[in-house]
């Protein structure tokens, strides 16, 4: 019998843990990597810009240009976010050294573009930075108009378990400006609030609040629309299916109706923020959602990031979940009496809208229709 080669068993040995440390280790830094992917989502989502990376991502979602050019970048970020020391046409070599500097920024875009995978360069820019994967060349978008603008879409779902299923979505068309976030924000924390603005959760000794805060949030954001197609969750076999329909026709007819209305025309780039959903399905929603859109083929849209959010801290979904929340309170409880019914009463008051418009026989998705209520209409 042949006698086992103790050396060579303990160098297999030796590669074996070796190998299973490293496996350890990539699959630390990628859980740290996605951990912190999603802070700087739900950062982004939120207004809540607290250091450099927050800054930086938050002008690489509102700009193309900025993706693709260091310059952009830093020119955005400079008007932006150091305004005492940039007037946006010129800078003085004193006020030069103040502004950060054009390498930080580039370093950070770059772990954001390479390391996150969020907020992607065009391919001819991702060539020439040598970032591009030869398996995803074929792959890659066409390059984007200079100077695109954005079509910014918050969404909510609510009526799974009731008779009538809501898919409902807040439009933003310019960017939202910094003054205005922290202003919102800074109203919810003078109000010592020890809870987050949910429609499941209003009370009786919540619904003023709740009315202010939707009243403060139009008054500063008076640029947005909401958005909302409802179906009858009736005969439904699969409610997720139905779900992934309503969004995809919500996202295509909203593009369409702003395109076509003059508010928002195309070109331009559409993303999207979803609320998240606890069963941890949401990136195979997002990636169906993605795929029906662009086989639509609407010309002069882009699709971009679609990022699933948590709506902790996240005021724009909060205010997403109250408009939803509204709507499908008044067609699933009509005659309700209590505060819910009270805010809700009040939310379709504060941006006119007539319930008697949703067809509450429809069970097609294919048939919704899209209600686009402009905030500013009030």
Do not use: C
Not at 135 to 158: F, H
């Amino acid at each position: 019998m042949e006698t086992p080669n103790l050396n060579e068993e303990l160098n297999s040995f030796d590669e074996n843990s070796h190998q299973d440390e490293l496996n350890e280790k990539q699959l630390a830094k990628l859980q740290r990597i996605e951990e912190e992917k999603k802070v700087l989502s739900n950062n982004i989502a939120s207004g809540n810009i607290e250091n450099i990376k927050d800054k930086v991502a938050s002008i690489l979602n509102n700009s193309i240009d900025a993706r693709n050019s260091d310059i952009e970048l830093a020119w955005a970020y400079w008007g932006n976010f150091e305004s005492d020391n940039f007037n946006g046409t010129d800078i003085t070599k004193e006020n030069l050294f103040k502004l950060t500097k054009l390498s930080s920024l580039s370093r950070i875009r770059a772990k954001i573009q390479n390391e996150y995978k969020m907020f992607q360069a065009d391919e001819k820019v991702r060539k020439y930075r040598g970032v591009l994967e030869e398996k995803n060349r074929q792959d890659a978008i066409s390059d984007k108009p200079k100077g695109l603008a954005t079509y910014s879409v918050y969404i909510d779902e609510t009526g799974k378990t009731q008779e009538f299923l809501s898919v409902g979505s807040m439009w933003v068309l310019k960017r939202f400006k910094e003054e205005a976030r922290y202003q919102l924000t800074k109203w919810v924390k003078d109000q010592n609030l020890n809870y987050e603005f949910h429609f499941k959760d209003i009370k009786s000794n919540r619904v003023n609040i709740y009315k202010e805060f939707f009243i403060k949030f139009l008054a500063l954001f008076p640029e947005v629309s909401f958005k909302i197609i409802v179906l009858k969750n009736k005969g439904l076999s699969d409610v997720n299916s139905a779900i992934l329909h309503l969004t995809n026709h919500l996202l295509i007819k909203g593009v369409n109706d702003e395109n076509e209305s003059g508010r928002g025309p195309l070109p331009r780039l559409l993303q999207a923020w979803i609320d998240e959903d606890e069963s941890g399905s949401d990136q195979l929603k997002i990636e169906n959602i993605k795929e029906r859109i662009n086989s639509q083929k609407i010309e002069g849209l882009y699709v971009g990031d679609f990022i699933a959010v948590s709506s902790a801290k996240n005021l724009y979904i909060q205010v997403v979940d109250l408009f939803t929340g509204s709507i499908n309170r008044k067609l699933n409880t009509p005659d309700g009496t209590g505060a819910k019914d009270e805010f809700a009463e009040f939310l379709l008051n504060a941006i006119k809208f007539d319930l008697k418009k949703i067809d509450k026989n429809n069970s097609n998705a294919d048939n919704s229709t899209v209600f686009n209520l402009t905030a500013n209409s009030q």
